[in-house]
C-alpha cells in the first residue's frame, strides 16, 4: 500500500473504531498528518484527560500511554510500537526514591513526566519540560528532590535561586549526548541562526542558547520569530516539522546524534495493525490496576492544578 492510501485507510480505521490518535512531536511527518492530537509532553497529557472518543492510540514512548490511561482511565489506550520506551523513564527506582524520601520527609520529590507510573506513586508533583518552571515555583515547599533528569534539574535550579533543590545523577541519554563543542561548531557555521536548546541537554549548551524550551516551546518561538534562521536543540524531528511549516525560514539540527531510536520505531504500518487488531486483542493496549492509576495519578492531577 502507498503512503497515501495508508493514511486514508487509518483515517477511515479511527473513525470506525471511535479512535483518537495522540502522536508526540518527535514522530515523524508521516504520522503526525493522521493525528487528532500533537504536541509535547504536557500538551498530550492535557488532551489526554479531555478526549472524547472510546479509545486513544499513542504514537509515542510507554510512559506517554501510561499517563494518557491514567488521566482517562475509562477508555482503552494502545501504544502504537509495544517496544517504545523511554531509558530515562527506567532509571530509578521507587524503592530507593521511597527511602530517600522517608530520610528527608520534608523534601517534596518532583517527577519530571518521563518516568514509570510504578516511580510516580513516591512522588508529590509531576513536571515536564514546558511547565518546571512554573510549577516548581509555585510550590509551597522550598525543599525539592528533582528527578530523574539532572539537566532539566539544572535549569530550574538556575532559574529559581530561591529554591533548595537536590538532583540525582539521571537524563536523557538522546539530549544529553550533545556537547559544547557539538554547539560552537553549529554556531560557527551558522553565524546568523539563533539557538534554540531543549533543557534535556548538558548546562553548558543550554547556557549557550538563546532560547531554552519544550519541544513546542521550541516550536512556537521559531515560527513567531522575525529571525530567519534557527539552530534546533532537539529531537531531529522538530528541525524538519518546523521546515515543512515555514519553509521560507532556515533550520539546521545541532547536531545529527539528537535523534531519539525510541521515538522512532512507530511506523505507519504500526498504526494500521493497531486500530485492526483492537477489537481481536491484537494491539498493545495499557493495562494497570485501580489500585497503581489512583496512587501514581495524584501527582499529575497536581502537575495540571499548579501548571493550568
Ligand atoms: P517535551 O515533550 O516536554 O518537550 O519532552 C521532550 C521529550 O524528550 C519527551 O520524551
Ligand atoms: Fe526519552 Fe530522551 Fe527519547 Fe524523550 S528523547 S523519549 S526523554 S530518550
Given amino acids: 500500500m502507498k503512503m497515501q492510501e495508508l493514511q486514508a485507510e487509518i ?6 473504531t471511535n479512535t483518537a490518535i495522540l502522536a508526540h512531536s518527535y514522530q515523524g511527518r508521516e504520522i503526525v498528518e493522521i493525528a487528532d492530537f500533537t504536541g509535547d509532553s504536557y500538551k498530550l497529557s492535557v488532551d489526554a484527560s479531555r478526549v472524547q472518543a472510546d479509545n486513544i492510540l499513542f504514537c509515542g514512548v510507554h510512559f506517554m500511554a501510561e499517563t494518557a490511561k491514567m488521566l482517562s482511565p475509562e477508555k482503552h489506550v494502545f501504544l ?3 517496544g517504545a520506551g523511554c531509558p ?10 521511597g527511602q530517600l524520601k522517608a530520610k528527608e520527609p520534608d523534601r517534596a520529590v518532583v517527577a519530571y513526566i518521563n518516568t514509570t507510573a510504578e516511580l510516580k506513586t513516591v512522588c508529590d508533583v509531576c ?22 533528569d539532572c539537566n532539566l534539574g539544572s535549569y530550574v535550579k538556575k532559574c529559581l535561586p530561591d529554591k533548595d533543590i537536590k ?5 536523557c541519554p538522546v539530549h544529553a549526548s550533545v556537547t559544547a563543542k557539538d554547539a560552537e561548531q553549529a554556531k560557527k557555521a551558522h553565524p546568523n541562526a539563533l539557538l534554540l536548546v531543549h533543557p534535556e541537554c548538558v548546562p553548558a549548551v543550554v547556557e549557550m542558547a538563546d532560547y531554552v524550551g519544550s519541544t513546542s516551546g521550541i516550536m512556537n518561538y521559531a515560527i513567531k520569530s522575525e529571525n530567519q534562521e534557527f539552530i534546533i536543540g532537539t529531537e531531529l524531528s522538530i528541525a524538519e516539522h518546523l521546515q515543512y511549516e515555514c ?4 533550520f539546521y539540527p545541532l547536531s545529527k546524534k539528537i535523534l531519539c531510536p525510541n521515538m522512532k520505531l512507530t511506523t505507519l504500518p504500526d498504526v494500521y495493525r493497531s486500530l485492526k487488531g483492537m477489537e481481536s486483542g491484537d494491539a498493545f493496549e495499557i493495562h494497570m490496576s485501580d489500585e497503581l492509576i489512583v496512587n501514581a495519578r495524584k501527582c499529575i492531577d497536581e502537575m495540571i492544578r499548579l501548571g493550568g
Avoid: H, W, Y
Fill in 88 to 97: 530515562m523513564a527506567e532509571q530509578m527506582d521507587r524503592d530507593i526514591i
Fill in 80 to 82: 502504537a510500537n509495544s
Fill in 11 to 16: 483515517l477511515r480505521l479511527k473513525k470506525e
Fill in 247 to 250: 519553509p521560507e525560514k532556515k
Fill in 127 to 148: 513536571v515536564t519540560s514546558s511547565s518546571a518552571v512554573k510549577i516548581v515555583g509555585a510550590m509551597e515547599s522550598n525543599k525539592i528532590l528533582f528527578i530523574p
Fill in 167 to 171: 538532583l540525582l545523577q539521571g537524563g
